[in-house]
């Protein structure tokens, strides 16, 4: 029987070990922060789309400096006349010969102009097509700050419910351990208050209850990160959730709230934007003086049913030759017109004046919020450490107490509530002050994601 047992699990253990690796390739990858920002940067749509908008603005510019100096126009025809013939002194045919033989009549006709005096306008054109470019530039910068900070708002809610399932699983068994203990008590007859057993039932209830909370955080956390990186099946590595190192020490004053402001794709915009403005300004101030191109034109009309008259001083267009350049002044006299652009375009560079200036003090209060939200986080999650270590030491000595009978349930259930709700408030104390962080670090321009608070046990350490 030991001999076909043997050769039996020669058979199975292969397939035993098969199926194993099998499993092992079907779970999914476990994808670290970096790993997530970086997918992030490469699949979001609304990244590609600001590449995309830069491809554009590139090439406006680059219309902007060629375009001006290729405004060449071709035009061509081809139609039926009626013919005439005679010479430059007389002719039997009428000037409009309806009654007489048609033929046909073609032309075509090439002219251009290069602009050589603009005073200012079409630098004034070039100028604002190059801050096009990096003002879709500046977009996809202050799009990509987002994403990141939602990136991380994401990776820090599926950390904290991960964190949370853990928990409510501990009480969940410690509860079950009780009821359990109730009942041996109970069958011995050693069971002081019959109400025990259903307090201890209702406890488990709402710890279970707060499972499908917890549930829904998680699912809702994948979501985002799958909606954000284009990765699918989202792993993350098995890393307690814990703060992030942050010094709040001397970053309160003008000067670095300037520095900061400074460093925002926001910041730049707005420059950009009030640059354009003026630019606007010169471009219909301008208007007020000619341009001289140098103009070029040729053509050729042919209309074999006519007779082709050569004299110079006589105009026959039906068989008419013409080549001509020379220098060309083009002057707009709206100056009515002129006047009003220039009102128009001043007025709108007072307007985007003073909305950088609101803009800036928007900034100024997003960075106070940040300061003030890491402080509120960073007091709560001190305030919440020392509860969870009392509170744990209370359930410690209640569960032992209880396990002896010197406890009573109700004590071990205050114990207990008290224990997760310090617990719970402790991780989402984390979790707040991690996305205050992360989203100092997009209002205060820096890009950098957050480091340290990793684990030594995770792919990721302080020293990395």
Known sequence: MGAAFARLLVLILPLLLLRSAAQADSAPEAHDLEALLAAAERNYPGLEARVHDIDAAEAQLDEARIAPFLQFRALGNFSFVPGASGTPIYSNDTQVNIGGTWGPTTGATVEGAIPLITFGKLRAVRDTARIGVEAAR??????????????????????????????????????????????????????????????????????????????????????????LTGVHDVAIPDCPLVAYEFDLEDEEDDETFELAISRRPEATLLDQAVHARELQVKLHRARFL??????????????????????????DSPNARNLVAGLVMQWDLDFYGTVKRVDRARALLRATEARRREARAGMRLELEQAHAQIRSAQDRLTSFEEGERTTRAWTVAALQGYQVGTTEVRTLIEAIKAYYTQRGSRLQAVHDLNVAIAGYGRVSGSGVAPRGGWNASCELDDDE
């Open 290 to 315: 000619p341009d001289f191109v140098l103009a070029a034109r040729a053509g050729a009309q042919i209309t074999p049913g006519r007779t082709n008259i050569v004299n110079p001083f006589i105009s």
């Open 138 to 227: 500046l977009e996809r910068d202050r799009s990509l700050a987002a994403v990141r900070v939602d990136v991380i708002r994401a990776y820090m809610a599926l950390q904290l419910a991960l964190d949370l399932e853990v928990m409510v699983q501990e009480g969940v068994s410690i509860l079950e351990k009780a009821i359990r203990t109730l009942k041996d008590r109970e069958e011995s007859g050693d069971a002081s208050d019959p109400m025990d057993g259903y307090r201890l039932t209702a406890a488990l209830a709402e710890i279970r209850a707060r499972a499908s909370e917890v549930d829904r955080l998680k699912s809702t956390a994948r979501a985002a990160l799958r909606a």
